[in-house]
């Protein structure tokens, strides 16, 4: 199984990106997908995440401005970003866990970074 992110890169405040995560080896919609980023120095934390395919929880932080949703067709996992801010920066992460069993998968990662 992998997870591929892609989508990150610079932009400047106020603006917004688009993350993508793709999946060969699991069917996304069978899973609670997390999307987790990590700032330098500190701890990696939960951003966004989508469950059963429409139930979604956000970090308060990213609440109004960020968007998670499953395109089953892609089996893509998307998250759409705006209203960027410099705290936003940081290598975000795609993460798929079995409901029950433990089957708990990780992307590599996409750095993104907002900033003038």
């Known amino acids: 199984v992998q997870l591929l992110e892609s989508g990150g890169g610079l932009e400047q405040p106020g603006g917004s990106l688009r993350l993508s995560c793709a999946s060969s080896?699991?069917?996304?919609?069978?899973?609670?997908v997390g999307w987790y980023r990590q700032a330098p120095g500190k701890q990696r934390e939960l951003v966004a995440v989508?469950?059963?395919?429409?139930?979604?929880r956000y970090a308060d932080s990213v609440q109004g401005r960020f968007n998670v949703s499953i395109v089953s067709a892609q089996n893509t996992v998307y998250l759409q970003m705006n209203s960027l801010k410099p705290e936003d920066t940081g290598v975000y992460y795609c993460?798929?866990?079995?409901?029950?069993?433990?089957?708990?998968?990780w992307g590599q990662g996409t750095q993104v970074t907002v900033s003038q």
């Open positions: 993460n798929a866990k079995a409901h029950f069993t433990t089957e708990n998968y």
């Open positions: 080896g699991i069917i996304f919609g069978l899973y609670t």
């Open positions: 989508i469950a059963g395919g429409d139930r979604t």
